[in-house]
Protein backbone atom coordinates (compact mmCIF):
# COMPACT_ATOMS: atom_id res chain seq x y z
CA UNK A 1 0.00 0.00 0.00
CA UNK A 2 3.06 2.30 1.14
CA UNK A 3 4.52 1.98 -2.10
CA UNK A 4 1.63 2.55 -4.12
CA UNK A 5 1.21 6.11 -2.37
CA UNK A 6 4.84 6.95 -3.49
CA UNK A 7 4.50 6.09 -6.69
CA UNK A 8 0.83 7.99 -7.23
CA UNK A 9 3.27 10.75 -5.57
CA UNK A 10 6.27 10.84 -7.38
CA UNK A 11 3.85 10.27 -10.72
CA UNK A 12 1.61 13.57 -10.16
CA UNK A 13 4.91 15.31 -9.07
CA UNK A 14 6.46 14.47 -12.21
CA UNK A 15 2.95 15.51 -14.18
CA UNK A 16 3.42 18.78 -12.42
CA UNK A 17 7.10 19.31 -13.47
CA UNK A 18 6.39 18.89 -16.55
CA UNK A 19 3.39 20.96 -17.04
CA UNK A 20 5.22 23.98 -15.57
CA UNK A 21 7.92 26.56 -17.34
CA UNK A 22 11.16 26.60 -14.81
CA UNK A 23 12.25 29.84 -14.82
CA UNK A 24 15.15 29.16 -17.04
CA UNK A 25 12.50 28.55 -19.93
CA UNK A 26 11.44 31.95 -19.82
CA UNK A 27 12.19 34.53 -23.03
CA UNK A 28 13.19 34.17 -26.17
CA UNK A 29 16.36 31.54 -26.17
CA UNK A 30 19.23 32.47 -28.07
CA UNK A 31 21.30 30.74 -30.96
CA UNK A 32 25.15 30.29 -29.81
CA UNK A 33 27.65 30.96 -32.39
CA UNK A 34 31.22 30.76 -32.13
CA UNK A 35 33.75 32.73 -34.95
CA UNK A 36 36.24 31.21 -36.52
CA UNK A 37 39.89 33.03 -35.18
CA UNK A 38 38.72 36.58 -37.03
CA UNK A 39 42.35 37.73 -36.75
CA UNK A 40 42.97 35.48 -39.53
CA UNK A 41 40.13 35.41 -41.54
CA UNK A 42 37.05 38.13 -41.04
CA UNK A 43 33.22 37.00 -40.37
CA UNK A 44 30.38 38.45 -42.13
CA UNK A 45 27.09 37.33 -40.66
CA UNK A 46 23.66 37.43 -42.49
CA UNK A 47 21.09 36.73 -39.55
CA UNK A 48 18.83 36.14 -42.48
CA UNK A 49 19.95 33.10 -43.05
CA UNK A 50 21.99 32.49 -39.76
CA UNK A 51 25.27 32.04 -41.27
CA UNK A 52 28.65 33.39 -42.31
CA UNK A 53 28.83 34.85 -45.79
CA UNK A 54 32.00 34.82 -47.66
CA UNK A 55 31.06 36.45 -51.28
CA UNK A 56 32.17 39.67 -50.46
CA UNK A 57 33.62 42.05 -52.98
CA UNK A 58 37.05 44.46 -52.82
CA UNK A 59 36.53 46.80 -55.27
CA UNK A 60 33.51 47.82 -57.27
CA UNK A 61 34.06 49.44 -61.49
CA UNK A 62 31.86 51.93 -62.87
CA UNK A 63 31.02 54.41 -65.06
CA UNK A 64 30.02 57.89 -63.07
CA UNK A 65 29.75 61.52 -64.57
CA UNK A 66 31.28 60.52 -67.46
CA UNK A 67 34.05 59.19 -65.55
CA UNK A 68 35.78 56.18 -64.82
CA UNK A 69 35.35 55.32 -61.16
CA UNK A 70 36.83 52.39 -59.02
CA UNK A 71 35.12 52.07 -55.47
CA UNK A 72 36.67 50.32 -52.18
CA UNK A 73 33.65 48.14 -50.55
CA UNK A 74 33.75 50.71 -47.42
CA UNK A 75 30.88 49.46 -45.51
CA UNK A 76 33.08 45.75 -45.13
CA UNK A 77 36.67 48.16 -44.46
CA UNK A 78 38.01 47.47 -47.35
CA UNK A 79 41.13 50.26 -47.27
CA UNK A 80 43.86 51.08 -49.59
CA UNK A 81 47.23 52.99 -49.76
CA UNK A 82 48.17 55.28 -52.84
CA UNK A 83 51.10 55.01 -54.36
CA UNK A 84 51.55 58.21 -56.75
CA UNK A 85 54.93 57.37 -57.88
CA UNK A 86 57.59 53.92 -58.14
CA UNK A 87 57.71 51.01 -60.09
CA UNK A 88 54.90 48.60 -59.86
CA UNK A 89 56.46 45.55 -59.94
CA UNK A 90 59.45 46.12 -57.46
CA UNK A 91 57.44 48.84 -55.08
CA UNK A 92 57.50 46.97 -51.64
CA UNK A 93 54.27 47.25 -49.35
CA UNK A 94 55.15 49.03 -46.19
CA UNK A 95 53.30 48.25 -42.93
CA UNK A 96 54.46 51.95 -42.15
CA UNK A 97 51.73 52.99 -44.71
CA UNK A 98 48.36 54.31 -43.20
CA UNK A 99 45.16 52.88 -44.73
CA UNK A 100 42.67 55.05 -46.56
CA UNK A 101 38.97 54.72 -46.59
CA UNK A 102 36.37 55.65 -49.02
CA UNK A 103 34.62 58.48 -47.08
CA UNK A 104 33.40 62.22 -48.55
CA UNK A 105 35.97 61.01 -51.78
CA UNK A 106 37.07 57.98 -52.66
CA UNK A 107 40.59 57.01 -52.19
CA UNK A 108 40.87 55.56 -55.59
CA UNK A 109 37.77 57.20 -57.65
CA UNK A 110 39.32 58.48 -61.17
CA UNK A 111 42.59 59.79 -59.30
CA UNK A 112 44.42 56.79 -61.82
CA UNK A 113 43.33 58.53 -64.92
CA UNK A 114 46.10 60.61 -67.26
CA UNK A 115 43.74 63.34 -69.05
CA UNK A 116 46.05 63.80 -71.79
CA UNK A 117 45.84 59.98 -72.29
CA UNK A 118 42.13 60.30 -73.63
CA UNK A 119 40.89 59.03 -76.87
CA UNK A 120 37.86 60.36 -78.31
CA UNK A 121 37.45 57.80 -80.78
CA UNK A 122 36.39 55.20 -78.46
CA UNK A 123 36.33 57.27 -75.33
CA UNK A 124 39.26 55.04 -73.30
CA UNK A 125 41.99 56.59 -71.20
CA UNK A 126 45.15 55.13 -69.54
CA UNK A 127 47.16 55.10 -66.25
CA UNK A 128 48.87 58.23 -64.66
CA UNK A 129 51.41 55.88 -62.85
CA UNK A 130 49.76 55.68 -59.75
CA UNK A 131 49.11 51.81 -58.26
CA UNK A 132 47.65 51.00 -54.85
CA UNK A 133 47.94 48.34 -52.36
CA UNK A 134 44.63 47.26 -51.39
CA UNK A 135 43.76 45.18 -48.01
CA UNK A 136 41.28 42.83 -49.78
CA UNK A 137 37.96 41.10 -47.53
CA UNK A 138 39.90 38.21 -46.94
CA UNK A 139 43.38 40.12 -45.44
CA UNK A 140 45.43 39.49 -48.46
CA UNK A 141 47.80 42.61 -49.70
CA UNK A 142 46.90 43.22 -53.45
CA UNK A 143 49.05 45.50 -55.29
CA UNK A 144 46.63 47.21 -57.80
CA UNK A 145 46.94 49.33 -61.08
CA UNK A 146 44.06 50.47 -63.53
CA UNK A 147 45.58 50.25 -66.52
CA UNK A 148 43.14 51.73 -68.70
CA UNK A 149 39.23 51.97 -69.22
CA UNK A 150 36.85 52.47 -71.94
CA UNK A 151 33.03 52.56 -71.66
CA UNK A 152 33.16 48.71 -71.56
CA UNK A 153 35.81 47.38 -69.75
CA UNK A 154 38.57 48.10 -67.28
CA UNK A 155 41.98 46.47 -68.28
CA UNK A 156 43.40 45.79 -64.62
CA UNK A 157 46.48 44.69 -63.17
CA UNK A 158 46.95 42.96 -59.86
CA UNK A 159 48.77 41.03 -57.82
CA UNK A 160 47.16 38.83 -54.36
CA UNK A 161 50.21 38.57 -51.74
CA UNK A 162 51.23 35.02 -50.46
CA UNK A 163 52.17 36.62 -47.38
CA UNK A 164 50.19 39.76 -46.22
CA UNK A 165 52.54 41.88 -48.34
CA UNK A 166 55.81 40.67 -48.56
CA UNK A 167 55.92 38.80 -51.34
CA UNK A 168 54.31 39.56 -54.56
CA UNK A 169 53.50 36.73 -57.53
CA UNK A 170 53.57 37.86 -61.29
CA UNK A 171 50.84 40.37 -61.73
CA UNK A 172 47.78 38.91 -63.85
CA UNK A 173 46.52 41.51 -66.34
CA UNK A 174 43.03 40.87 -66.91
CA UNK A 175 40.20 42.87 -69.15
CA UNK A 176 36.64 43.41 -67.12
CA UNK A 177 33.68 43.95 -69.25
CA UNK A 178 30.98 46.10 -67.13
CA UNK A 179 28.65 49.07 -68.56
CA UNK A 180 27.25 52.10 -67.42
CA UNK A 181 24.17 50.39 -66.01
CA UNK A 182 25.71 47.30 -64.79
CA UNK A 183 28.89 47.64 -62.62
CA UNK A 184 31.09 45.69 -61.95
CA UNK A 185 31.67 44.15 -58.53
CA UNK A 186 35.13 42.42 -58.36
CA UNK A 187 36.65 40.04 -56.32
CA UNK A 188 40.81 39.84 -55.97
CA UNK A 189 40.72 36.03 -54.65
CA UNK A 190 38.19 34.91 -57.07
CA UNK A 191 39.96 37.28 -60.04
CA UNK A 192 36.13 37.69 -61.55
CA UNK A 193 33.03 39.83 -60.83
CA UNK A 194 30.44 38.34 -58.40
CA UNK A 195 27.22 39.20 -56.80
CA UNK A 196 27.61 39.89 -53.54
CA UNK A 197 25.92 37.87 -50.49
CA UNK A 198 24.37 40.17 -48.15
CA UNK A 199 25.25 40.40 -44.65
CA UNK A 200 24.49 42.66 -41.51
CA UNK A 201 27.62 42.75 -38.91
CA UNK A 202 31.24 41.91 -39.25
CA UNK A 203 33.49 40.51 -36.95
CA UNK A 204 36.64 41.39 -38.35
CA UNK A 205 40.48 42.44 -37.47
CA UNK A 206 41.28 45.75 -39.86
CA UNK A 207 43.43 49.00 -39.89
CA UNK A 208 41.96 51.92 -37.86
CA UNK A 209 41.53 55.33 -39.28
CA UNK A 210 45.13 56.98 -38.21
CA UNK A 211 46.29 53.93 -36.59
CA UNK A 212 49.42 52.03 -37.88
CA UNK A 213 47.74 48.93 -36.16
CA UNK A 214 45.04 46.69 -37.33
CA UNK A 215 42.63 46.14 -35.01
CA UNK A 216 39.96 43.97 -34.02
CA UNK A 217 36.19 45.77 -34.97
CA UNK A 218 32.23 45.15 -34.72
CA UNK A 219 30.89 46.65 -37.77
CA UNK A 220 27.48 47.20 -39.36
CA UNK A 221 26.73 46.97 -42.93
CA UNK A 222 25.56 50.65 -43.56
CA UNK A 223 25.19 50.15 -47.54
CA UNK A 224 22.65 48.01 -47.09
CA UNK A 225 20.88 50.02 -44.55
CA UNK A 226 21.10 47.70 -41.46
CA UNK A 227 20.13 49.30 -38.65
CA UNK A 228 21.65 48.55 -34.70
CA UNK A 229 20.01 49.62 -31.10
CA UNK A 230 21.37 49.25 -27.94
CA UNK A 231 19.32 48.37 -25.00
CA UNK A 232 21.01 48.80 -21.94
CA UNK A 233 17.92 48.42 -19.04
CA UNK A 234 17.18 44.59 -20.12
CA UNK A 235 18.92 41.39 -19.94
CA UNK A 236 18.76 39.20 -23.15
CA UNK A 237 16.58 36.56 -22.17
CA UNK A 238 13.75 39.19 -20.96
CA UNK A 239 14.10 41.21 -24.18
CA UNK A 240 10.64 39.54 -26.14
CA UNK A 241 9.47 42.27 -28.11
CA UNK A 242 10.93 45.46 -29.71
CA UNK A 243 11.05 48.62 -27.93
CA UNK A 244 9.30 51.19 -29.10
CA UNK A 245 11.60 53.75 -28.10
CA UNK A 246 15.24 53.06 -29.39
CA UNK A 247 17.49 55.32 -30.88
CA UNK A 248 19.25 53.76 -34.28
CA UNK A 249 22.96 54.11 -34.35
CA UNK A 250 24.48 55.94 -37.58
CA UNK A 251 26.91 54.50 -39.27
CA UNK A 252 28.59 55.30 -42.26
CA UNK A 253 32.27 54.97 -43.84
CA UNK A 254 33.74 57.79 -41.17
CA UNK A 255 31.23 56.83 -38.32
CA UNK A 256 32.02 53.04 -36.82
CA UNK A 257 30.18 52.99 -33.63
CA UNK A 258 30.99 49.61 -32.59
CA UNK A 259 34.30 49.74 -33.99
CA UNK A 260 37.18 50.25 -32.11
CA UNK A 261 37.56 53.45 -31.23
CA UNK A 262 33.85 54.26 -32.03
CA UNK A 263 31.33 55.79 -29.49
CA UNK A 264 29.60 52.39 -28.77
CA UNK A 265 33.41 50.25 -29.71
CA UNK A 266 32.60 46.54 -28.35
CA UNK A 267 36.16 45.37 -28.34
CA UNK A 268 38.72 47.43 -26.33
CA UNK A 269 42.12 47.07 -26.10
CA UNK A 270 44.00 47.55 -22.77
CA UNK A 271 47.34 49.10 -23.37
CA UNK A 272 48.46 48.10 -19.60
CA UNK A 273 47.96 44.08 -19.57
CA UNK A 274 47.93 44.67 -23.86
CA UNK A 275 44.65 42.42 -23.80
CA UNK A 276 41.43 42.85 -26.04
CA UNK A 277 38.25 42.30 -24.22
CA UNK A 278 34.15 42.81 -24.77
CA UNK A 279 33.47 46.10 -23.01
CA UNK A 280 30.54 45.23 -21.93
CA UNK A 281 29.08 41.53 -22.45
CA UNK A 282 25.77 42.07 -21.08
CA UNK A 283 24.65 45.03 -24.05
CA UNK A 284 21.83 43.87 -25.69
CA UNK A 285 21.68 45.24 -29.50
CA UNK A 286 18.66 45.18 -31.58
CA UNK A 287 19.48 44.21 -35.16
CA UNK A 288 17.00 46.03 -38.05
CA UNK A 289 18.13 44.23 -41.22
CA UNK A 290 17.03 45.51 -44.62
CA UNK A 291 14.20 43.00 -44.88
CA UNK A 292 12.12 45.00 -41.97
CA UNK A 293 12.86 41.97 -39.70
CA UNK A 294 14.49 42.73 -36.15
CA UNK A 295 16.75 40.69 -33.89
CA UNK A 296 18.51 40.60 -30.46
CA UNK A 297 22.01 40.08 -30.29
CA UNK A 298 24.58 40.13 -27.45
CA UNK A 299 28.14 39.48 -28.13
CA UNK A 300 29.12 37.38 -25.21
CA UNK A 301 32.98 36.93 -24.91
CA UNK A 302 36.53 37.18 -26.64
CA UNK A 303 39.07 34.85 -26.75
CA UNK A 304 41.92 36.90 -27.56
CA UNK A 305 44.65 34.16 -27.80
CA UNK A 306 41.99 32.13 -29.97
CA UNK A 307 40.45 35.18 -31.78
CA UNK A 308 36.97 34.06 -31.24
CA UNK A 309 34.32 36.05 -30.44
CA UNK A 310 31.26 34.09 -29.02
CA UNK A 311 27.73 35.90 -29.65
CA UNK A 312 23.94 34.73 -29.35
CA UNK A 313 21.43 35.95 -30.95
CA UNK A 314 17.55 35.57 -31.54
CA UNK A 315 14.30 36.63 -33.61
CA UNK A 316 12.53 39.25 -32.15
Known amino acids: MCKRIVALVMMILGLLAWGCESPEDEGIEGTQVSTPNIKEEPYYFSFTTGTSVSEIHDITLKQESMSYIVTLNAAANISAVVKATGDFDTTAYS ?128 ENNTKVAIISDQAFADLESVPTDMSWLTASSQNRPLAYGGEHEVLTYNPVNHTVSIVNPDLVYVVNTPDGNYYKLRLVNYEQSAGIIEFEYAAL
Open 95 to 222: FADTAQFDGAEYVIGDKWMDESTYNPTDHSISNNGTFYFVRAAGYQIVKFMVVSASPSVYNIKYAVSVDVGTTFPTATEQGVSYSVESPVDFSFSQGAGITPAEWHIGLITSPVAGAPFPMQNVIINY
